[in-house]
């Protein structure tokens, strides 16, 4: 059976509310009661939805083991809700928080804690944050709740939606389903986070979670990171060499200068990084890049594949240079952060800060 797509039942939702208080605009917007993990993964899910609803945002997360770490992620949290209510994104945004009962998470995860992120352990978290967002929403009279958890690639979209639909039945109000990840909501993120400059952690929240990134990293916190600076490039050909001579160490010869060569570098082995270790990007001056990489570089990216690429991919190529010369769709830059970002069968573990 094919997974659901939670972002086309969302578009149906908001495309009817739409509809409905454009008819009736003099009437309240319906209320939103939402799960929030951390201000980056709301920074998006906020900035989508709040034109939408009268959002409370409901900070509840006993899973975050370490109660300083848990104190600086909620006022992160409200630092961000504050910044959108002065510039008035949307609806005014509210904040709840929940109780910080990190025992309760302790003594559900008995049994799972050798569970890797992403198994079983996660699915009882996600269950037991969601259950009190549900109680919580009901006794407020909202009408509907969601969580911001689905803008996390390591999250299991499809799991948390069935979640989410199953405690809507126990409890009664309107489950909001979500795929944030989905049209660049992730990126986005990203973008929003350097923005407000928000503190990212790179661990989910418990001590277990912490843990595995500690023993990914080798121990030691031995992740590997390197600076790509938008200052020493203005081409994509400048790019790739640039990318050479931070990802490559020794080899004494040019890689392809392509796409697919730049994501065989970001996996690893070539002297820096030890094949599929993890790798931190820090790409600063990325504000002179996503000018030097915009659609001016898109249509000589597309002109050039034209004159090699295979037949049967010609029609795609045109329709994607005709589409960059209307200043429509991914730009250069757009695909170069997707590679790093995007981590299904990219065979690499990336993540990345932007500075401008
Ligand atoms: S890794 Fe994250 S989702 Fe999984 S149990 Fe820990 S805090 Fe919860």
Not at 223 to 240: A, K, Q
Request: charge should be negative.
């Amino acid at each position: 059976m094919n997974p659901k797509n939670y972002q086309r039942e969302l578009d149906r939702i908001l495309e009817e509310l739409n509809v409905r208080q454009g008819a009736e605009s003099k009437k309240e917007p319906k209320r939103l009661f939402l799960h929030s993990c951390c201000a980056p993964c709301s920074s998006y899910v906020l900035e989508y939805l709040s034109p939408y609803f009268a959002i409370t945002v409901f900070y509840y997360n006993p899973n975050i083991s370490e109660s300083e770490e848990y104190q600086k992620r909620m006022e992160e949290q409200k630092r961000l809700i504050d910044s959108y209510n002065e510039e008035q994104k949307g609806y005014p945004i509210c904040i709840v928080e929940g109780d910080y009962e990190s025992e309760k998470f302790f003594e559900m995860a008995k049994g799972f804690e050798e569970c890797p992120e992403g198994g079983e352990r996660c699915f009882r978290c996600f269950e037991m944050r969601l259950g009190e967002t549900a109680k919580r929403a009901r006794e407020g009279g909202f009408d509907y709740f969601a969580t911001t958890l689905t803008i996390s690639p390591l999250k299991n979209a499809q799991k948390i939606n069935e979640i989410g639909q199953a405690l809507s039945e126990e409890y009664g109000v309107e489950w909001l389903p979500s795929d944030f990840k989905k049209r660049d909501g992730y990126k986005r993120s990203i973008t929003l986070s350097a923005q407000y400059e928000l503190y990212r952690q790179d661990y989910c929240g418990c001590a277990f979670s912490k843990a595995e990134r500690i023993r990914k990293n080798g121990e030691t916190n031995m992740s590997h990171s390197v600076m790509i600076d938008g200052n020493r490039f203005s081409t994509l050909e400048e790019f790739y060499t640039e990318i050479d001579h931070l990802l490559t160490k020794d080899l004494g010869w040019k890689t392809g200068h392509n796409m697919d060569a730049f994501n065989d570098l970001l996996r690893g082995g070539f002297g820096v990084h030890e094949y599929g270790e993890r790798l931190h990007i820090k790409w600063i001056n990325a504000a002179k890049s996503r000018q030097d990489l915009g659609y001016d570089a898109t249509i000589a990216y597309y002109e050039k594949m034209l004159t090699t690429c295979h037949p049967v991919n010609r029609k795609s190529v045109e329709e994607k240079l005709a589409a960059a010369k209307e200043h429509r769709g991914k730009t250069v830059m757009d695909i170069l952060v997707d590679i790093i970002l995007l981590p299904e069968d990219s065979g690499h573990d990336c993540t990345l800060e932007m500075i401008d």
